[in-house]
């Protein structure tokens, strides 16, 4: 006999509540069996000396047709990136810059411009050029504006993804004013109570150099963004629960899960998700570029992605701001810790001290598995591959 049993929405609710840990542990499962089928082939770091790393990007671009004055420019910004211990935006990115260049994803010898302007102002067309160039532009333009007027607002379409926002701010805090760098992405994020991405993990940089102390902030509004699951996944690491979701929408350990439709948790819940909205607002439907799901993800289209980069001169409001930064900061740092043996750090401390380890060694640590692909990379461009600083290091970690 067949028996029908009917349930109340509380009933419903109760039993989905309760046979959710049960779909927890089955994902985890699965998850670890198709985690461990991928990096069976996987471990290990091995070292790369930094200019190894700038020659192998340029042989790479200029394969592609890039002029050599933009190689250099590309290859500095990604060698940074993994100098600063940002290695989810360096020579991880390298790939996805080629395939964007050879489908004219982004085009290879487009120029910004200037749509219009005023004295503080400017609306800049990227005109799908790499957004390295973009952001370049559009950050001098920015400080030659602040430096005139006290601040430059500078917003960009049909740009293309930027990596390290915060390389841009740099720029500006050479010429002694703040620098501030945001933009929207392709969709990747979850909203509160979704399980679909509706929003980038839209990035915002700051930075501002005193005489003494260094702030620099580069955060993704998601948990963390998606070049940090991809570097996890290529050094045979787990993920922590909270950073992304898997194709059910249930939290996962598993980069591999986590990668075949990424679903990331905004950081700090409602917060990340409010803070990436007024930046896709302020990037995307301000500058009249694409936002949110309109965001395409075809590598046969240019992105046309939107980007706000701010310069200011503190001094203009201020003449001894960057006196009173330094006892802001001061007074941050030297607050008491709760651990002693944990110093009070200000953000950008922790990649200052990945420099001095780099410096050291005058080496980068890379997992054999990436390693491994650009010497498939290496092989399609007709390029030398990359060469060893040393046989081989347990572990990125070691130095």
């Not at 080629?98 to 200037?114: F, M, T, Y």
């Not at 005109?127 to 950050?139: E, I, R």
């Not at 400080?143 to 917003?155: L, P, R, T």
């Amino acid at each position: 006999p067949s028996y029908t049993v009917l349930l109340d929405e509380n009933q419903l609710y109760t039993m989905l509540a309760l046979l959710r840990p049960a779909l927890w542990l089955g994902s985890c499962l699965r998850g670890y069996h198709m985690h461990a089928a991928s990096t069976q082939q996987r471990g290990d770091t091995s070292l790369v000396l930094v200019d190894e790393a700038r020659r192998f990007i340029q042989d790479c671009l200029l394969r592609v047709g890039v002029s050599p004055s933009k190689v250099r420019c590309i290859s500095e910004f990604l060698v940074v990136a993994d100098y600063r211990g940002n290695y989810g935006s360096g020579l991880n990115r390298l790939d996805y810059y080629l395939s964007d260049l050879q489908s004219g994803h982004a085009k290879v010898g487009a120029e910004p411009s200037i749509i219009s302007e005023t004295v503080s102002t400017a609306h800049v067309n990227g005109n799908s050029a790499l957004g390295v160039f973009v952001g370049n532009f559009c950050m001098d333009l920015a400080v030659k504006k602040a430096e005139d007027s006290g601040i430059g607002f500078v917003v960009a379409q049909q740009s293309h993804d930027i990596g390290m926002a915060s390389w841009f701010t740099f720029r500006a805090a050479g010429k002694g004013l703040a620098g501030i760098v945001m933009s929207n992405s392709a969709p990747t994020m979850m909203g509160p109570n979704s399980k679909s991405a509706s929003i980038g993990s839209n990035c915002f940089a700051f930075c501002v150099k005193g005489e003494e102390y260094h702030f620099v902030l580069d955060m993704a509004t998601s948990v963390k963004d998606i070049g940090a699951v991809e570097w996890a996944w290529a050094n045979d690491e787990y993920i922590p629960h909270g950073w992304a979701a898997n194709e059910g929408g249930l939290s996962t350990c598993f980069p591999s899960l986590a990668l075949r439709t990424p679903l990331l948790f905004p950081a700090g819940g409602h917060k990340g998700y409010c803070l990436s909205a007024v930046i896709d607002i302020l990037c995307g439907v301000l500058s009249g570029a694409q936002y949110a799901t309109h965001i395409t993800m075809d590598q046969n289209q240019p992105s046309n992605l939107g980007q706000v980069f701010i310069a200011l001169d503190p001094e203009f409001f201020l003449p001894n701001f960057m006196e009173r930064f330094d006892d802001f900061c001061g007074r941050i740092q030297n607050s008491q810790p709760a651990d002693d043996s944990e110093p009070i750090r200000l953000p950008g401390e922790l990649e200052r001290m990945h420099m001095n380890y780099v410096e050291d060694l005058r080496a980068l640590a890379y997992p054999n598995s990436l390693l491994t692909k650009y010497k498939e990379v290496a092989e399609r461009l007709c390029v030398k591959p990359i060469e060893l600083a040393f046989d081989r290091c347990q572990s990125r970690k070691s130095f």
